[in-house]
């Protein structure tokens, strides 16, 4: 066998390299599992989420809570289908069960029904402002 960190031709049963010492057995490889929880969360720039909902007339809002809704239900939230963002009404409670689901995904640190009245008052801006929250979870 060949020594790894000088190249040396060993013994096939050698412990040690001959010729550095270095160990040739029990080598064992780096530990590379991490502890890092893992979240389906993406990174958004809000001041970007805010300026498309106002430049597309609310139509990437309608994108934005879509791909959140995605993603933040892979990251343990329970919020249905967001096509009933489209019903009248319904799209109220719809909105209340995303928000809920924002204060799951932040560990509580955006307050569900604070959620619901920043997106239900303020719009592109409540998007804004819960996307700058969700990004604290957001894998890098
Ligand atoms: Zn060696």
């Known amino acids: 066998m060949f020594c790894t960190k000088c190249g040396a031709d060993n013994n096939d049963n050698a ?39 106002i430049i597309t007339f609310g139509i990437y809002g309608i994108y934005w809570y879509v791909m959140t809704k995605l ?24 909105m209340w069960k995303f928000s809920e689901g924002v204060e799951q995904v932040t560990d509580g640190q955006m307050n569900g ?17 819960i996307q700058s929250s969700l990004n604290k979870f957001a894998a890098d």
């Open 113 to 129: 029904p604070i959620a619901f009245l920043l997106l239900f008052l303020l719009g592109g801006i409540g998007a804004a402002i």
């Open 71 to 94: 993603e933040m239900n892979e990251s343990g939230a329970d919020i249905p289908t967001a096509w009933l963002i489209i019903l009248p009404i319904i799209s109220i409670w719809w």
């Open 15 to 53: 412990e040690f390299c001959t010729s550095c010492g270095n160990s040739l057995k029990g080598g064992a490889p780096a530990r590379s599992a991490s502890n890092q929880t893992s979240t389906s969360l993406t990174k958004r720039d809000p001041i970007m989420v805010l300026i498309f909902t």
